[in-house]
């Protein structure tokens, strides 16, 4: 059976997409001001009041010990920083913006725990090698965002690469060039174009599983960082998918990484703790 | 070349990250980052579980 996408078709249903709100481009740029007020992102946050419930049910969860003490966007601002709270209302935003697809084989809670969970280790290894930490958290969010829209748009054929992947026992991502003739890192990339991401953060879906491709002017690629913190999520198994597969890693990235030895088991420690913090409050 | 396992490895499975923690274990007075060197040039990624795993258990020297 030819389960074949046409590609021209795929980005018209891209292009239907709706925009992702206003605010949160402006608050992931706010994070880049440093005459940021809490004030001035407390109100951007406040006008979607389904983003200040989530927020307040992160900042009041037991990871953060306050349990129903923090009752207004500016204390949990306070109590649980901007580039925490960045971080949940950029992804209960994306989280919106493709409703839950019937796709046999396509787990939608999983994929949001796993894109999630490569968002907090993006950070936290763009912590270790110097690298903007805003952009990897959202570079690691929305990198599997193309295999989303093939489960909600092309599920059958997606289901029929699923099945393909587990006989042959192949990468995802390998099967989707197999049985579709396209990948979601192509099509994630589309919609990253279409949402206003940064050209860097295009590119770190487009290179997600070959970030010797990805072109970069510094020493590490945002592609590098997703790259390795996804088979890093992978490993840790995060999610406990069942029959998932850890990517293979790829030398260049993990060299340009540089990372050193000491900082490893920590860095699985520091994304496991914060993952856990924060599924909670968002998924 | 270092000898690894080359089938897929998952993450919690018993294959694959045990037989990569065995082979890595009987090597393991090579530096740590160099054996990540000489696996993923190699195209496996069983360091990268091993870890895992030395995580899980709390070791951490």
Not at chain 1, 147 to 167: K, M, Q, T
Not at chain 1, 173 to 197: P, T
């Amino acid at each position: 059976m030819n389960l074949a996408i046409n590609s021209d078709n795929v980005r018209a249903r891209v292009r239907d997409l709706p925009a992702l709100p206003k605010a949160v481009h402006e608050v992931i740029l706010a994070l880049d001001d440093e005459d940021l007020r809490l004030d001035a992102l407390a109100h951007k946050i406040a006008i979607d009041p389904a983003m200040v419930t989530k927020i307040l049910r992160a900042a009041n969860s037991p990871f953060y010990g306050m349990s129903g003490r923090i009752g207004s966007v500016h204390d949990a601002l306070r109590l649980i920083g901007l580039r925490t709270v960045s971080a949940l209302f950029t992804t209960a935003a994306v989280m919106r913006s493709i409703a839950p697809p019937s796709c046999e084989g396509f787990d939608f809670q999983g994929f949001w725990e796993h894109s999630l969970g490569t968002a907090i280790c993006s950070q936290e290894l763009a912590r270790l090698c110097g690298y903007p930490q805003t952009l990897a958290f959202t570079a690691g969010l929305v990198h599997d965002i193309g295999r989303l829209a093939l489960a909600a748009y092309y599920p059958h054929e997606l289901a029929g690469s699923i099945a393909f992947a587990r006989e042959r026992d192949c990468p995802q991502f390998e099967a989707e060039h197999s049985v579709l003739g396209i990948g979601h890192c192509e099509v994630g990339a589309w919609i990253a174009a279409h949402w206003h991401f940064s050209d860097k953060v295009i590119e770190a879906i487009r290179q997600h599983h070959d970030p010797s491709e990805a072109q970069c002017a510094t020493p590490v690629a945002l592609a590098d960082i997703v790259h390795t913190a996804d088979g890093i999520v992978h490993a840790l198994d995060l999610v406990h998918v069942g029959g998932d597969l850890v990517p293979r890693l790829q030398l260049g990235a993990w060299e340009r990484l540089n990372l050193a030895p000491e900082s490893y088991l920590p860095l699985f420690e520091r994304t496991e703790m914060n993952f856990l913090g924060l599924r909670e409050a968002l998924i | 070349m270092v000898n690894a396992p080359t089938e897929h490895p998952r993450p919690s499975g018993a294959d694959a990250g045990t037989e990569g923690t065995r082979v890595l274990t009987a090597q393991a007075d090579m530096r740590l980052r160099e054996l990540f060197r000489l696996w993923l040039r190699d195209g496996h990624v069983h360091p990268l579980i091993h870890l895992v795993k030395r995580y899980r258990s709390g070791d951490r020297d």
